[in-house]
């Protein structure tokens, strides 16, 4: 039985983003599990609410929605720890020195910790920026914010990064 053309042009226009809201809801969640869920509840909001969406960015309307749910359950509940986060994987050159990797892999790890250490609000600006490269654009439309509220939480979201780095790197004796 050949599909419906909304049901086709849902799977065009929405599928292809799953990767990335399957990485906001984790990042969000700190949980494998909630943000599969969560994920799995957005694409079906999204498919019975698809005649709404107005055609303009599938990935930021998908985001929006993976968002809200995220925010919801966390008012609920709160999520676990992560153990990983495939988004931010070690990538380094065949030649890369044993030493050189293990210091990489401490940075990895800081990284990922100091990113979970940030309230969800700034988390959530810092994902979709940095990892899932949303312009700010996209990010506001994404997450219901005023772009000049992106860029201001984008700010602070970096700045605590920082700091948090620069505290983590003294605790390691770099």
């Given at each position: 039985?050949?599909?419906?053309?909304?049901?086709?042009?849902?799977?065009?226009?929405?599928?292809?983003?799953?990767?990335?809201?399957?990485?906001?809801?984790?990042?969000?969640?700190?949980?494998?599990?909630?943000?599969?869920?969560?994920?799995?509840?957005?694409?079906?909001?999204?498919?019975?609410?698809?005649?709404?969406?107005?055609?303009?960015?599938?990935?930021?309307?998908?985001?929006?929605?993976?968002?809200?749910?995220?925010?919801?359950?966390?008012?609920?509940?709160?999520?676990?720890?992560?153990?990983?986060?495939?988004?931010?994987?070690?990538?380094?050159?065949?030649?890369?020195?044993?030493?050189?990797?293990?210091?990489?892999?401490?940075?990895?790890?800081?990284?990922?910790?100091?990113?979970?250490?940030?309230?969800?609000?700034?988390?959530?600006?810092?994902?979709?920026r940095e990892l899932e490269e949303l312009s700010y654009k996209d990010i506001?439309?994404?997450?219901?914010?005023?772009?000049?509220?992106?860029?201001?939480?984008?700010?602070?979201?970096?700045?605590?990064?920082?700091?948090?780095?620069?505290?983590?790197?003294?605790?390691?004796?770099?």
């Amino acid at each position: 039985m050949p599909q419906s053309k909304p049901t086709a042009e849902f799977e065009r226009v929405i599928l292809p983003h799953l990767n990335s809201a399957y990485n906001l809801a984790r990042w969000l969640l700190k949980s494998e599990q909630d943000a599969q869920d969560v994920v799995h509840d957005a694409f079906l909001r999204a498919h019975r609410y698809f005649a709404s969406f107005d055609g303009t960015d599938g990935r930021a309307w998908l985001l929006g929605i993976v968002r809200n749910a995220c925010f919801s359950l966390l008012k609920t509940a709160k999520g676990q720890p992560i153990a990983a986060n495939e988004e931010l994987d070690l990538q380094t050159s065949p030649d890369t020195g044993p030493e050189r990797k293990l210091i990489l892999e401490e940075d990895l790890q800081a990284l990922r910790s100091c990113i979970e250490a940030l309230p969800p609000e700034y988390r959530e600006v810092i994902v979709l920026r940095e990892l899932e490269e949303l312009s700010y654009k996209d990010i506001s439309a994404a997450a219901a914010l005023a772009i000049g509220t992106v860029m201001s939480r984008l700010n602070r979201a970096r700045i605590r990064l920082e700091s948090c780095l620069k505290g983590k790197g003294k605790e390691g004796g770099r």
